[in-house]
């Protein structure tokens, strides 16, 4: 499986940003999908996965309320979409699918490149 993540960028304090994963070369359908980040310094830590069969969600405590992420299976897309976004969730956002895997403890068999999203003050 092939990951590809997009939509990163520099945005202001306060703003919002939609970040996307396609996948290719696997049955999307039966993979949970989920997003870490990595910020300069830090260890990558988890951000928000969905379950690959009934779309149940998790989230970090971090960014409950603020972040949404979905999938679109006709499109092999997940998406996150970040809203009020402050300049500690400056990272590289990263894309990763574990095939048929918990979505509380999402331990992924692939990772796409990240995209950086950077939030300025």
């Known amino acids: 499986v092939q990951l590809q993540a997009s939509g990163g960028g520099l945005v202001q304090a306060g703003g919002s940003l939609r970040v996307s994963c396609v996948a290719s070369?696997?049955?999307?359908?039966?993979?949970?999908m989920g997003w870490f980040r990595q910020a300069p310094g830090n260890e990558r830590e988890f951000v928000a996965a969905i379950n690959w069969h009934d779309d149940s969600t998790h989230y970090a405590d971090s960014v409950k309320g603020r972040f949404t992420i979905s999938r679109d299976n006709a499109k092999n897309t997940v998406y996150l979409q970040i809203n009020s976004l402050k300049p500690e969730d400056t990272a590289v956002y990263y894309c990763?699918?574990?095939?048929?895997?918990?979505?509380?403890?999402?331990?992924?068999?692939?990772w796409g490149k990240g995209t950086l999203v950077t939030v300025s003050n």
């Open positions: 990763a699918a574990d095939l048929r895997g918990d979505v509380d403890l999402i331990t992924p068999d692939y």
């Open positions: 070369g696997g049955r999307f359908s039966s993979y949970t």
